[in-house]
């Protein structure tokens, strides 16, 4: 089976620094996705990562181990238009030359000022 | 560029009509795919389609069909609507790292 975990919830404080835990187990691996979601919106595309190793871009950055089957999101400078949710997604092999993607729950993250 | 584009945006059915979600893509990818997001569930793949004229299975396929006659579209239909498939729906399509979605179907199943 595909099993991917993430916290359901995190609170941080504007400014600061957040990390989003994500591990997975699924029976195929073709990179690993971030997505953003605001309330009542469609998710928007934030990384991929696909090698080991980290990702940066602006105020976010993703990392990747695959040896650990795990990935964390970090958001620096936090801004109150970040309180969001953060979907971790897994791209299996099969699907095709895309693959599929299996989706965590989320993680529900509040900006306080 | 448009991007991926869905209707209706709202549907409130009874239980057992049917209906068919509506999707399009502007971008000419080959891989579009079907979601369903219900609360502390995440997004569950219902159908996939890596080209015209093909079609899959996802996680979570029972009481939906989809056809994909042209690279554009990709419309999913409900045979016979339950509450159960209270849900807000959304079409994909992608190409290498990226996956763009529409903006969403908020269905109501009464």
């Known amino acids: 089976g595909q099993n991917i975990d993430q916290p359901t919830e995190m609170t941080a404080t504007e400014g600061a620094i957040v990390q989003i835990n994500c591990t997975y187990q699924t029976s195929g691996f073709n990179g690993l996705f971030w997505y953003q979601q605001h309330a009542g919106e469609a998710p928007t595309f934030l990384s991929y990562?696909?090698?080991?190793g980290l990702e940066e871009k602006g105020r976010f950055s993703s990392f990747l181990s695959r040896s650990k089957g795990y990935s964390y999101l970090l958001l620096k400078e936090l801004q109150m238009k970040d309180s969001a949710s953060y979907l971790c997604?897994?791209?299996?092999?099969?699907?095709?030359?895309?693959?599929?993607?299996?989706f965590g729950k989320g993680t529900k993250l509040s900006v306080k000022p | 560029n448009a991007g991926v584009t869905q209707t209706p945006k709202f549907q409130v059915l009874k239980t057992g009509q049917s209906m068919t979600l509506q999707c399009a893509q502007d971008m000419n990818h080959e891989y579009m795919s079907w979601y369903r997001q219900d609360p502390g569930m995440g997004l569950r793949l219902i159908h996939y389609?890596?080209?015209?004229?093909?079609?899959d299975q996802g996680e979570v396929p029972n009481g939906y069909n989809v056809s994909r006659s042209t690279t554009e579209d990709f419309p999913l239909r409900l045979l016979s609507a339950a509450p159960s498939q209270t849900s807000v729906y959304f079409c994909a399509s992608m190409a290498g790292s990226e996956q763009y979605f529409g903006p969403g179907t908020r269905l109501t199943v009464t």
């Open positions: 997604a897994v791209r299996l092999n099969y699907g095709g030359s895309q693959g599929n993607l299996i």
């Open positions: 990562n696909v090698l080991d």
């Open positions: 389609s890596v080209g015209a004229g093909i079609t």
